[in-house]
C-alpha cells in the first residue's frame, strides 16, 4: 500500500471486536511512530449497536447495516463473526469490494480456506490469519517468516485453552471432569456447550492450518484422528502422576515414511517435559526444525487481549505489504500445489495408555493381557487397581505398537463378556 492513511472497518463487535478497537483507536499514535503508518478504524459493524464493550467509540463508526462496509473506502476488513456462515459469504464480498481481510476465524480457515484463498489471489486481494491458531502467541508467523529456512520435521501443540484449563483443574485440584468443565465456564473459558473444545475439534482445525502452514499438507480437518479429553477420569490423572506423567490435549503433525502424521489425543508426557508444564488457559507450541532445532512457544491462546493482539499485528502486517509477500510465496491451499501426502492413521505406531473396566475376578488380567500377546503388542508397566465391588481399573502402557493392531485388540477385548465399560485409550510421550 501507498504510504497514506490505511483504512479499516471491523465486522463482529464482540469480546475480541472490543478489543480489536480499544487498539486501534487509543493506540493509533504508537502504532504510527512503531510503523510509519497512520492506521484508522473508520467502520464497525454488529447487529448489536447498544451494548457496553468497555471502549469509547467515535460517533458514526458504529453501524449494524453491512452494506456501509462493503460501499466504504476502506483499505482492510477484520471478519470477527465467527462460525461458517454467514462468515464465508461475508469475506467473499470483502474480497470482491476490493478490500484485504483479517480474520481470526479458524473454522472458516480450516473448511473452505481453498475456495476463500483462491478467490482472494484471483482479485488481487490477501487473507492474514494469525489470530485462527493460539490467540496472542505468534506460532503463524514464526512458521510462515522466522522458521522459513528449516525443514520443519514436527509439531506439538496444545492450542485449546479450556481443555488445558479443565484438565489443570483435574490435576492441580483433583477435581472430577464435570466439576473442571463447571469451573471453566463459570470463569468464561468454556462455552454453555463446550463440545467443540472439550471433543478434540478446535484443537484439530488448528492443527489443520499448522499443518498447511508448516509441512505442506493439505486434507479436510475431519479425516484427522480425533480424541477430545472428554474420555479422562480423574482416575487417568491419578495414574499418570504415578506413571511420571501429565495429561496434555495434543495436536500433533511429523514427518514419517511415507508422509505426514497427524493426530489430536490426550496424551500421557513426561512430568519434567516443558509440555507438561503448561497449564489453565495457556497455549503452547513445541517446533522441531531440521536446523534450528527444537523452539518452544507459550502464551496465552484466546481471550480478548491476547487475541486482539494477534488481528492487530496481522493488521499492521497488512498495512505495511507484510502479508502480501507472505501471502504470494506460501500459496496456502492453493488448487494448483500438491499436497504432501498424510499416512494413514492405523498405518501409524504409537505408545498408549489404555484403561480397561473389567470384572475383578481370576483370570481377567491373564485373557486382557493374552489379547494384546495375541496382536503382538507388548506391554511396559501395568497397574490395577480395585473398585469396591464395581470392578477393576487395568491400566496397560505398550511399548511402541502399530495403531491398528493396538484398535483391533481394543475392539476385540471390549467385546468380550468382562469388559464393563470401553476401553479409553492415549497416547504416550517417553
Not at 483433583?174 to 463459570?186: N, P, T, W
Not at 471433543?199 to 479425516?223: C, E, F, N
Request: net charge negative.
Amino acid at each position: 500500500m501507498e504510504n497514506k492513511t490505511v483504512k479499516v472497518g471491523l465486522v463482529g463487535f464482540g469480546t475480541i471486536g472490543g478489543g480489536v478497537a480499544d487498539i486501534l483507536l487509543n493506540k493509533k499514535e504508537e502504532i504510527r511512530r512503531k510503523t510509519g503508518k497512520s492506521i484508522e478504524l473508520v467502520k464497525i459493524c454488529d447487529k448489536d449497536t447498544t451494548s457496553d464493550r468497555g471502549v469509547k467509540i467515535p460517533d458514526g463508526i458504529l453501524t449494524d447495516d453491512l452494506s456501509e462496509i462493503l460501499r466504504s473506502p476502506l483499505d482492510i476488513v477484520i471478519e470477527l463473526i465467527g462460525g461458517l456462515e454467514p462468515a464465508r459469504t461475508f469475506v467473499l464480498d470483502f474480497l470482491k469490494a476490493g478490500k484485504d481481510v483479517v480474520t481470526a476465524n479458524k473454522a472458516l480457515v480450516a473448511n473452505h480456506g481453498p475456495e476463500l484463498f483462491d478467490e482472494a489471489r484471483r482479485l488481487g486481494r490477501t487473507i492474514a490469519f494469525e489470530a485462527s491458531v493460539c490467540g496472542g502467541i505468534p506460532i503463524l508467523s514464526s512458521i510462515a517468516s522466522s522458521l522459513q529456512a528449516n525443514r520443519i520435521e514436527s509439531i506439538d501443540a496444545i492450542c485449546n485453552g479450556t481443555s488445558n484449563f479443565i484438565l489443570s483443574q483435574m490435576e492441580g485440584k483433583g477435581a472430577d471432569y464435570d466439576d473442571a468443565v463447571k469451573e471453566a465456564q463459570r470463569l468464561g473459558y468454556a462455552e454453555a456447550n463446550p463440545s467443540m473444545d472439550v471433543d478434540g475439534t478446535d484443537a484439530v482445525q488448528k492443527l489443520t492450518i499448522m499443518a498447511q502452514l508448516a509441512l505442506g499438507v493439505k486434507t479436510d480437518w475431519r479425516s484427522i484422528p480425533r480424541t477430545g479429553i472428554d474420555i479422562v477420569k480423574a482416575l487417568d490423572i491419578r495414574f499418570a502422576r504415578k506413571l511420571g506423567k501429565r495429561i496434555r490435549l495434543l495436536a500433533t503433525a511429523k514427518r514419517a515414511a511415507g508422509g505426514v502424521e497427524l493426530k489430536v489425543s490426550p496424551t500421557l508426557v513426561p512430568e519434567t517435559s516443558p509440555l507438561a508444564k503448561v497449564c489453565d488457559a495457556f497455549n503452547a507450541v513445541q517446533i522441531v526444525g531440521d536446523f534450528v532445532g527444537p523452539v518452544f512457544y507459550q502464551g496465552l491462546g484466546a481471550g480478548r487481549r491476547p487475541t486482539a493482539s494477534a488481528v492487530c499485528s496481522d493488521v499492521i502486517d497488512t498495512a505495511l505489504g507484510r502479508t502480501r509477500i507472505t501471502f504470494d510465496a506460501l500459496d496456502l491451499w492453493s488448487a494448483g500445489r500438491e499436497s504432501v501426502p498424510v499416512v494413514e492413521p492405523n498405518a501409524t505406531t504409537e505408545k498408549a495408555y489404555l484403561r480397561f473396566k473389567v470384572e475383578d475376578h481370576p483370570g481377567v488380567l491373564a485373557k486382557t493381557t493374552g489379547v494384546l500377546g495375541r496382536h503382538g503388542i507388548s506391554i511396559s508397566s501395568l497397574l490395577q487397581e480395585s473398585d469396591a465391588g464395581a470392578g477393576a481399573d487395568l491400566i496397560i502402557l505398550t511399548h511402541e505398537a502399530p495403531a491398528g493392531k493396538l484398535a483391533d485388540a481394543v475392539d476385540e477385548i471390549d467385546a468380550s463378556s468382562f469388559v464393563l465399560e470401553k476401553t479409553v485409550k492415549m497416547s504416550v510421550r517417553d
